[in-house]
């Protein structure tokens, strides 16, 4: 699983900077997508910044799967719900950029690149790339001191 997540965010982290939107032609709506696959009617994503242009769609659903468990929390946490009727659970609007947490992500993702590439990969053998996992442990907030880890019972 650590090697997963490293790999991944080597994929994710090693185009760190990418500044232009993508624009692609909207998916095919006239359908509706078969059971289960959320990936069905894909549509580029637009105003990517950090991860690369051309990641698949694949590789994007499983990063931000990622980012999800890594700190607990699900797609609303960083992207905008937008409005929907009462009956039915909002959609996101993946391309806004409005909530602080998504920038913080990205910023956060630079520092994770930074810390690998000019400080771990200069170690001796041994030191696991650094991850969202690494500090956050679950949690939305970084827990940055052996205080903030959840106490075990004492037996």
Avoid: W
């Avoid at 000019?118 to 690494?134: A, I, N, P, Q, R």
């Avoid at 205080?147 to 075990?152: A, F, K, V």
Wanted: charged content about 25%; proline content about 10%.
């Amino acid at each position: 699983m650590k090697l997963t997540i490293a790999v991944t965010f080597s994929l994710l982290l090693g185009v760190a900077g990418v500044t232009t939107a993508n624009a692609q032609a909207p998916a095919d709506t006239s359908r509706p997508p078969p059971q289960g696959n959320p990936l069905a009617l894909f549509e580029h994503p637009k105003n990517l910044k950090v991860l690369p242009k051309r990641i698949s769609p694949n590789d994007l659903h499983e990063t931000m799967r990622t980012f999800s468990r890594s700190l607990g929390v699900r797609c609303g946490f960083c992207h905008v719900p937008l409005k929907s009727e009462s009956d039915k659970p909002p959609s996101l609007d993946f391309v806004s950029d409005s909530k602080p947490e998504k920038r913080n992500a990205r910023k956060m993702m630079l520092m994770v690149d930074d810390i690998n590439h000019k400080y771990l990969k200069k170690m001796d053998k041994g030191f696991e790339t650094l991850t969202c996992v690494s500090c956050h442990h679950g949690s939305p907030k970084p827990m940055v001191s052996v205080d903030s880890l959840p106490q075990q019972p004492k037996k």
